[in-house]
């Protein structure tokens, strides 16, 4: 009895998307769940509706109310753009940045995105191609924007799309915007979205950005003459089919890195990542096809980065030789490390310097710090926790790294998320550092 309540109730909320509010190709798709005498389709679409969380949108992709789909994005986008004329109705122009990973329908829910928010009044920043999560961030500051999203699931299986959302600094939004923009987000219904943009109002952005971005990144820089020393340092590296493909072997380049080996059939966009069972970067077997070709060419270091370029997995040689996988807390430990160690070298460590790790990655790192007497704080799991410790001492105190035991790692406070472009970057300074002084990353 339950089970045929649940049909009754799916049934209903499924027929509200057969009025022409919805497109026909929707129309057929539910027509299609209805009819099928199997109805766990149909169940798991339209069972419940996908929540607008503190971290903005997740779920596979597919037709129903439990799905990612125009209709989802599209109330979400139109809740957002709601929220943003309350909080800055008293601005000449409100303006926002729109970023897009490789997942299948990625760039559609971006430019949907684009059009609503331009449909609502707002000046829309819209990336001409995919681009990494972190550059998204860095946009929204550079551009002076109240907010940006990107369209991600980050590291998830290719079924999934996503929808994160950023505030003013560059960062996921927090209390009290977050629960402020769910309610906003649940009043919307289908007849409130409004899909016709207005082209006037949409501004492409790629290469200007892109440039200023990646000078910035080399800024961090701790020893650029031990890259000089090492520049044919033997880097293998694997967008897996995503965003880094496009700023991450810029990058290296930009920091003097003449030997950089891409996997080439990881280096091709496709949201169906058809080269690995999952395209995390956290998994052995998603960096199979990039330590294949260390073996191949005896190189110094693989890295990889997720679909959405913000978290970076790395691999090196053990001390018989044999290429082992760095996990998410000697990844932070190394990166910290070598900023803490480098910069009293370098004379560039300053008094107000910190550090940040979350609760729960390796406290080796606390042990580090207050050897060195550095300041370094801990907070809750998630990067928009990071990113607040960062604002909240903006103009007293500098930043100067910290991560989580997940592979996340921020490197520079011009970021306010994650950032796999200036951690791989980094990562190949630290290995050239390390090569310098006739060690390998593994000692």
């Known amino acids: 009895m339950e089970n045929q309540e649940l049909i009754k109730q799916v049934t209903e909320k499924a027929e509200k998307w057969l009025t022409p509010a919805y497109d026909a190709e929707t129309q057929a798709e539910v027509k299609r769940m209805l009819e099928n005498l199997d109805k766990t389709e149909l169940i798991d679409s339209f069972y419940k509706d996908l929540e607008f969380g503190t971290g903005g949108l997740r779920g596979i992709m597919g037709v129903g109310t439990n799905r990612m789909n125009i209709y989802t994005v599209g109330a979400a986008t139109q809740g957002l753009s709601n929220y943003l004329n309350k909080c800055f109705a008293d601005r000449d122009e409100i303006s926002v940045v729109v970023g897009y990973d490789c997942r299948n329908n990625s760039d559609k829910f971006a430019r949907i995105s684009a059009d609503i928010f331009s449909a609502n009044g707002i000046k829309v920043y819209l990336f001409d191609a995919l681009r990494p999560t972190p550059e998204v961030s860095f946009a929204i500051r550079h551009l002076g924007c109240q907010s940006g999203i990107n369209i991600t699931a980050s590291h998830n299986p290719r079924e999934y799309n996503g929808y994160k959302a950023y505030w003013d600094d560059g960062a996921q939004v927090l209390a009290p915007h977050d629960t402020a923009i769910i309610d906003e987000v649940n009043k919307v219904t289908v007849d409130d979205i409004k899909f016709n943009g207005n082209p006037e109002l949409i501004q492409m952005i790629g290469k200007d950005v892109d440039d200023v971005y990646l000078s910035m990144v080399h800024s961090i820089s701790i020893d650029p003459e031990v890259i000089c020393r090492q520049k044919d340092l033997s880097i293998v590296y694997t967008p897996l089919h995503g965003a880094g493909r496009v700023l991450i072997p810029d990058s290296l380049k930009e920091w003097g890195f003449e030997n950089i080996n891409c996997v080439p059939e990881q280096m091709v966009k496709d949201g169906n990542f058809p080269t690995v069972v999952s395209p995390n970067p ?58 803490i160690k480098n910069r009293i070298a370098m004379g560039k460590m300053q008094p107000n310097d910190f550090i940040v790790k979350t609760i729960v990655t390796t406290e080796l790192i606390k042990a580090v710090a207050d050897k060195n007497k550095i300041e370094m704080r801990d907070c809750y799991t998630g990067f928009k926790w990071i990113a607040r410790e960062i604002r909240l001492s903006e103009g007293k105190q500098q930043y100067i790294g910290g991560g989580e035991e997940s592979y996340g790692f921020l490197a520079e406070d011009f970021v306010r998320d994650k950032d796999a472009v200036s951690a791989c970057s980094l990562l190949a300074e630290i290995c050239a550092w390390a090569k310098d002084q006739g060690k390998t990353l593994y000692d």
């Open 282 to 339: 956290e998994n052995a077997e998603a960096l199979s096809m990039a330590i294949a070709l260390a073996k191949k060419i005896d190189a110094d270091i693989v890295m990889a980065s997720d679909p959405d370029a913000d978290r970076v997995g790395m691999a090196c040689k053990d001390d018989k030789g044999e290429w082992v996988l760095i996990n998410g807390n000697q990844t932070c430990l190394i990166f910290l490390y070598y900023i």
